[in-house]
């Protein structure tokens, strides 16, 4: 399963790891990629929960506007 998000908020590296490890906390996600230009952050995995994802990205400090 992939998800393709829409994250405001990140602008630099340190936002990058940020989210990347917060997502990579959540169980069943195998992968995290973030693309700081488009805000864009695809997740890989089984089992994905968007309630879940959401609120991994809030308590980063991030605003999720969107699940594909």
Do not use: F, P, Q, W
Not at 28 to 44: C, F, H, I, N, Q
């Amino acid at each position: 399963m992939r998800k393709t998000l829409l994250v405001e908020g990140m602008s630099c590296g340190h936002c990058e790891k940020a989210v990347k490890n917060a997502l990579g906390e959540l169980d069943g996600v195998s992968k995290v990629e973030v693309d700081l230009a488009t805000k864009k952050v695809e997740v890989e995995g089984e089992g994905l929960n968007d309630i879940l994802i959401k609120g991994a990205i809030e308590d980063a400090g991030y605003e999720l506007i969107e699940i594909r």
